[in-house]
């Protein structure tokens, strides 16, 4: 066929193999949520279903030695998605910008959004019940298909608007930081653990 696909949205998928450094990281999680009293006031306040250290902690791998071991896989893990997505980066690396804990109670859910100032986005997934929320990626150009007609349900996955990825624990998604994502509420009973990061 003369149909040609252009302007591909990478996204990268891929597993931290270490259950050592995944069960270190959740009971940091926890103990997190448990200390951070700014954290869980912001959480309050902001009505988040659960915990996150997004707007309280910013010195994470500093403050906890499994963070730190963690940022160093994390580096290795994007100049890889830096390399497939052909960034030039100057012959340098991506650099870890900022990382947070993120706690989500059942029934949770992250409404859209984007990651301003940074290049790579992403998040390591440490415990995710059955039934829990998925990852929704948008096609970036669904602001601008005006009065594009909605695609067949058997569409191939790179021509629908809205793509789910489903984690498991051990997971790590990578994307481009103006990719428009979201949180689904999902329906697990227990809760669902991430760590969430920017690359700069």
């Given at each position: 066929m003369p149909v040609r696909h252009l302007f591909a949205t990478p996204f990268y998928s891929s597993e931290l193999a270490d259950?050592?450094?995944?069960?270190?990281?959740?009971?940091?999680?926890?103990?997190?949520s448990k200390d951070d009293s700014a954290g869980?006031?912001?959480c309050?306040?902001?009505?988040?279903p659960g915990y996150t250290s997004y707007a309280s902690l910013d010195d994470l791998p500093r403050r906890d030695p499994s963070f730190a071991a963690l940022a160093r896989k994390l580096v290795r893990h994007?100049?890889?998605?830096?390399?497939?997505?052909?960034?030039?980066?100057?012959?340098?690396?991506?650099?870890?910008d900022s990382i947070w804990v993120n706690i989500?109670?059942?029934?949770?859910?992250h409404s859209g959004h984007i990651h301003p100032h940074s290049v790579i986005s992403g998040t390591l997934y440490l415990e995710v019940p059955e039934g829990g929320a998925p990852l929704r990626l948008e096609d970036p150009r669904l602001p601008l298909m005006m009065a594009a007609p909605t695609r067949l349900p058997e569409a191939p996955e790179e021509a629908r608007p809205f793509v789910l990825m489903q984690p498991q624990a051990g997971h790590i998604f990578l994307w481009e930081s103006w990719l428009r994502h979201e949180v689904v509420a999902g329906h697990g009973k227990g809760e669902r653990l991430s760590i969430s990061f920017n690359f700069a």
């Amino acid at each position: 066929m003369p149909v040609r696909h252009l302007f591909a949205t990478p996204f990268y998928s891929s597993e931290l193999a270490d259950p050592a450094l995944l069960a270190e990281l959740a009971h940091s999680c926890r103990i997190l949520s448990k200390d951070d009293s700014a954290g869980r006031r912001w959480c309050r306040e902001n009505r988040y279903p659960g915990y996150t250290s997004y707007a309280s902690l910013d010195d994470l791998p500093r403050r906890d030695p499994s963070f730190a071991a963690l940022a160093r896989k994390l580096v290795r893990h994007a100049a890889q998605f830096a390399a497939a997505a052909h960034m030039d980066l100057g012959g340098g690396k991506p650099r870890l910008d900022s990382i947070w804990v993120n706690i989500l109670k059942p029934g949770g859910g992250h409404s859209g959004h984007i990651h301003p100032h940074s290049v790579i986005s992403g998040t390591l997934y440490l415990e995710v019940p059955e039934g829990g929320a998925p990852l929704r990626l948008e096609d970036p150009r669904l602001p601008l298909m005006m009065a594009a007609p909605t695609r067949l349900p058997e569409a191939p996955e790179e021509a629908r608007p809205f793509v789910l990825m489903q984690p498991q624990a051990g997971h790590i998604f990578l994307w481009e930081s103006w990719l428009r994502h979201e949180v689904v509420a999902g329906h697990g009973k227990g809760e669902r653990l991430s760590i969430s990061f920017n690359f700069a």
